[in-house]
């Protein structure tokens, strides 16, 4: 008996384009709107990579980059970057922000290896040519190039990648990201964790809940733009109806010496010759542990040592020294003070003994033998005191009391 399949309904049959890859496909789906799920997937990807690069040109970090590049006059100051050493480069800024206690001091800088301004060369935007250092040392430093760094050559720029004085912060920011490609701009963002700086989130938020239309909202509008954070951030608590409240940040001050060290730590890894001028310090730092070995002390970081170093630990000569060969100068040009400042920290503090039990030991008395002797008349005894011959012996007698 055959069976009738005439009642049947059939699905309709459409043909969309793929959202990703914009081919065209067959599907009785009515939601369909990918050919194949890898190309979901790679649509998901995609999405997620377009929301890591918005963060990352929100960020105070790329306004910094668009800054830096504005100074230089060009984009190739970026050559060199991916997303790894765009990832150390903004954990570095970050650093920065950190020592100045975010904002309450403008002690430390970011200062180049080789000089942004060289003469014949300019110098890159790239973690391996900068370090934080003090400003006032950094000032001094100038455009001096003892070595090491990067830096590309100035006759060799590409003039399509000048940057023009008068370019906008937010045109720069896109050339940037353009140039170092968006993939690593992502990936940077991803690893480092970048986020929009507070002032930007706090602009787009309001750009999105005031009412054009509305005379008041117009007003606000029109001045955002000229507000300080603080009162935009008031501003916003106002609209939410919450009371309006400061950006509070757990600070802390950071010595130079501290600043300087972290950097030596962190150069060392690809100039190993510094690694002697870390053991020379770990060494002075460690006279002031009396309980651990050399090779502990070595292995400590920074954050525990730096509790236990006093705050004459380096003399200025000693800081600049430090400065200097962060720079690019010889480890050999500075070893003189290197000896001295080792010799200065080598009995700084006595160290402590470990504890040991105090053990009395008891001494025997002498053995005394006694030697018999003869009996003494009185006459005998009175003739052996008798040395002065003007003083007769008397004999005394006492009266019993009745």
């Known amino acids: 008996m055959q069976q009738d399949t005439s009642n049947k309904t059939n699905k309709a049959e459409r043909r969309p384009r793929c959202k990703h890859c914009s081919k065209q496909f067959r ?64 954990r570095l800024y970050a650093f920065k922000l950190r020592a100045n206690r975010f904002g309450e001091a403008k002690d430390f800088e970011l200062s180049h290896i080789a000089p942004s301004q060289g003469e014949n060369t300019v110098g890159l935007y790239h973690p391996r040519n900068l370090t934080v250092s003090p ?7 100038g455009t001096r190039h003892y070595g090491h760094g990067l830096s590309i050559d100035r006759n060799k720029l590409n003039p399509r990648h000048t940057v023009e004085r008068g370019e906008t912060q937010k045109a720069i920011v896109q050339r940037i990201i353009k140039f170092v490609g968006p993939d690593v701009v992502a990936q940077a963002s991803k690893l480092a964790g970048m ?5 930007v989130t706090v602009l787009t938020w309001l750009r999105a809940h005031l009412d054009p239309s509305n005379s008041q909202h117009h007003t606000l509008l029109t001045s955002l733009d000229t507000m300080t954070t603080k009162a935009l951030t008031a501003l916003k608590a106002g609209i939410e109806g919450k009371e309006g409240c400061d950006l509070k940040f757990t600070t802390r001050a950071y010595t130079q010496f501290e600043v300087l060290y972290r950097e ?30 050399a090779d502990v002390i070595c292995s400590r970081s920074i954050d525990e040592l730096v509790g236990w170093v006093p705050a004459d630990f380096m003399s200025p000569p000693e800081l600049q020294a430090l400065f200097d060969v962060l ?54 005894e009175l003739d052996a005191h008798w040395t002065t011959p003007d003083v007769i012996p008397v004999l005394h007698f006492t009266r019993p009391t009745v």
């Not at 963060?55 to 997303?83: C, M, N, P, V, W």
């Not at 100039?271 to 053991?279: D, G, I």
């Not at 100068?329 to 290197?338: C, E, Q, T, W």
């Open 27 to 90: 599907t009785i789906s009515i939601t369909a709107i990918y050919c194949t799920r890898q190309c979901k997937q790679n649509a998901a990807t995609a999405k997620k990579r377009v929301r890591y690069t918005e963060k990352a040109r929100d960020s105070a970090f790329f306004q910094t980059l668009a800054f830096e590049a504005q100074r230089a006059g060009t984009l190739e100051i970026f050559i060199d970057l991916d997303a790894e050493s765009l990832a150390e480069l903004y």
């Open 195 to 199: 986020q929009p700086s507070k002032r």
């Open 264 to 293: 030596l730590e962190r150069h060392a890894q690809h100039r190993p010759e510094l690694a002697q001028v870390v053991k020379v310090i770990h060494v002075a730092a460690g006279h002031f542990f009396s309980s651990w070995s």
């Open 135 to 141: 400003k006032d040392m950094n000032r001094c430093h």
């Open 327 to 380: 720079h690019g100068k010889d480890v050999d040009a500075i070893r003189p003070v290197l000896e001295v400042f080792a010799e200065r920290h080598s009995g700084a503090v006595e160290r402590i003994p470990p504890y040991m039990p105090i053990v009395f030991k008891a001494q025997r008395p002498a053995r005394v033998v006694a030697t018999p002797q003869s009996p003494v008349s009185f006459a005998a």
